[in-house]
């Protein structure tokens, strides 16, 4: 069974201040399956890291529709806070984070029971940061 990888990143301009995300999905070989970005308003960094999952798992859903339930996806998140809150590991303390920890749980439920969260180095996100920056930057 072929694997999805998906980089994930979010940030902002100040904490909390303009935020973007971006999410850049690859195939198991590596060929560039779909960017996104988007600006979310004023947000937490973490707010930020969380909505880009969000953003990941509704893109992926429009590529591969029913097929998620079946499939592979490896998310790749630079946030270790963030993955392990995602992995259960970590309690969230963050109210505000809280519907969209529900969201994600409610998609992987319904969806994409076979994805796994990868905490990565900054220096392995670089295309995920990438799209942020042109996210903020209006490009």
């Avoid at 973007?20 to 070989?29: E, M, P, Q």
């Avoid at 998620?68 to 998310?75: A, G, N, Y």
Wanted: charge should be positive; hydrophobic fraction near 35%; aromatic fraction near 8%.
């Amino acid at each position: 069974m072929e694997k999805i990888y998906v980089n994930t990143d979010g940030g902002s301009r100040g904490n909390p201040g303009p935020a973007a995300v971006g999410v850049y999905i690859t195939d198991f070989t590596g060929k560039v399956v779909r960017e996104a970005k988007q600006t979310i308003g004023n947000a937490t960094n973490n707010f930020a890291e969380y909505y880009a999952v969000v953003l990941a798992l509704e893109t992926l859903k429009q590529i591969y529709g029913k097929k998620t339930k079946t499939m592979q996806f490896e998310i790749r998140l630079d946030s270790e806070l963030v993955k392990k809150q995602l992995s259960g590991e970590y309690q969230i303390k963050e109210p505000g984070l809280v519907p969209l920890f529900i969201v994600i749980h409610n998609q992987r439920v319904a969806s994409f029971p076979q994805v796994v969260f990868t905490h990565v180095p900054r220096a392995q996100n670089k295309e995920a940061d990438r799209l942020v920056n042109e996210a903020l930057d209006g490009k």
